[in-house]
């Protein structure tokens, strides 16, 4: 994860990024709340992560990462697809406003923005995190909230 989210540095808010990205026992905390890790492997290495959260009424796509050198290999379109599969609910994933790159990703496999308004509220009923975050985050939504 931490290899993957170096991606972030500079280019989100620098009072949002810290070393380790995802301390050890961050992932612990995230674990005990309910994110279910899936991996992707290559040649026998984990290459990637994404997490699945139940969260009342939705499922949220936490923690999402690629190696770098296995990036724009199909590596994250099959953890989504696997999670979409797993899922009969409404799937939500926030990021950082600046990654365009995330954004286009999940973009590309059919979640849309959320209008900034209805993004902190959503926000705010389905994570925990801080008000400086919610400021610097975006929420994209599968199917689109206007969509059953």
């Known amino acids: 994860m931490n290899a993957a989210a170096e991606a972030y540095r500079g280019v989100i808010p620098p009072d949002r990024w810290h070393e380790p990205y995802m301390p050890s026992r961050e992932l612990d905390r995230e674990i005990a709340a309910g994110v279910e890790f899936w991996g992707y492997e290559a040649d026998g290495a984990l290459v990637g992560v994404m997490g699945h959260q139940p969260v009342r009424d939705v499922d949220l796509i936490r923690h999402a990462y ?4 296995s990036q724009r290999h199909g590596v994250g379109g099959a ?3 696997h999670l979409r599969r797993m899922s009969s609910r409404r799937l939500l994933v926030g990021t950082w406003a600046a990654a365009d790159w995330a954004i286009g990703f999940y973009r ?3 979640f849309e923005l959320v209008s900034p308004e209805r993004k ?7 994570w925990t995190i801080s008000d400086r975050q919610i400021e610097t985050s975006v929420v994209l939504a599968y199917p689109p909230l206007d969509q059953a």
Do not use: A, F, Q
């Open 66 to 69: 690629v190696l770098p050198g």
């Open 120 to 126: 902190n509220v959503l926000l705010r009923n389905y």
């Open 79 to 81: 953890l989504l697809e």
């Open 108 to 110: 590309r496999h059919g």
